[in-house]
């Protein structure tokens, strides 16, 4: 299934690409490697999912805020690349959970980013990975997530 269609089958669209909130560029390209900035779960215009896990924000929609920030972050690099059938495949993500004071389950939020990337493209979104609990984050979003891709 191309990516299109199987981010159609899960009832999701690429939003229009987010703009930088700071002096970075929300991507660069090496080669064929697209770096994206860490992109926040922002819902048209707004921070969807703010505060700690699990405190504020339980583990279930945090994994949802990382499924949307992964969304945002896609959105860059098929922009950057001319669209989601011009990504090769998904290889490093890292993402960053706003944590309470002893949560160690970064992993099962990751994986509503990880979930994703490999629903929208199969085994070629399937990817190294790194969840890290950190103890803010801009704006106090409730994650962070940062994307490689390799472009065609």
Same mark, same amino acid.
């Given at each position: 299934?191309?990516?299109?269609? #199987? @981010?159609?089958?899960?009832?999701?669209?690429?939003?229009?690409? =987010?703009?930088?909130?700071? &002096?970075?560029?929300?991507?660069?390209?090496?080669?064929? @490697?697209?770096?994206?900035?860490?992109?926040?779960?922002?819902?048209?215009?707004?921070?969807?999912?703010?505060?700690?896990? =699990?405190?504020?924000?339980?583990?279930?929609?945090? !994994?949802?805020?990382?499924?949307?920030?992964?969304?945002?972050?896609?959105?860059?690099?098929?922009?950057?690349?001319?669209?989601?059938?011009?990504?090769?495949?998904?290889?490093?993500?890292?993402?960053?959970? $706003?944590?309470? !004071?002893?949560?160690?389950?970064?992993?099962?939020?990751? $994986?509503? &980013?990880?979930?994703?990337?490999?629903?929208?493209?199969?085994? #070629?979104?399937?990817?190294?990975?790194?969840?890290?609990?950190?103890?803010? @984050?801009? @704006? $106090?979003?409730?994650?962070?997530?940062?994307?490689?891709?390799?472009?065609?």
């Amino acid at each position: 299934m191309k990516p299109e269609d #199987a @981010l159609r089958t899960l009832g999701l669209a690429l939003p229009d690409p =987010p703009k930088p909130v700071g &002096a970075y560029l929300p991507c660069v390209r090496a080669g064929n @490697l697209v770096f994206v900035s860490g992109q926040l779960p922002f819902r048209d215009g707004r921070l969807a999912f703010a505060g700690k896990i =699990p405190a504020d924000v339980s583990v279930a929609d945090g !994994a949802t805020a990382a499924r949307q920030a992964a969304l945002n972050a896609l959105a860059i690099a098929a922009h950057a690349v001319g669209g989601m059938a011009n990504i090769a495949r998904v290889v490093r993500l890292g993402v960053f959970v $706003n944590s309470s !004071a002893g949560f160690v389950e970064q992993p099962k939020v990751a $994986n509503g &980013a990880s979930d994703f990337l490999a629903a929208v493209f199969g085994e #070629a979104g399937k990817h190294a990975r790194v969840a890290v609990g950190v103890s803010e @984050l801009p @704006l $106090n979003a409730a994650v962070e997530v940062e994307l490689l891709v390799e472009a065609l």
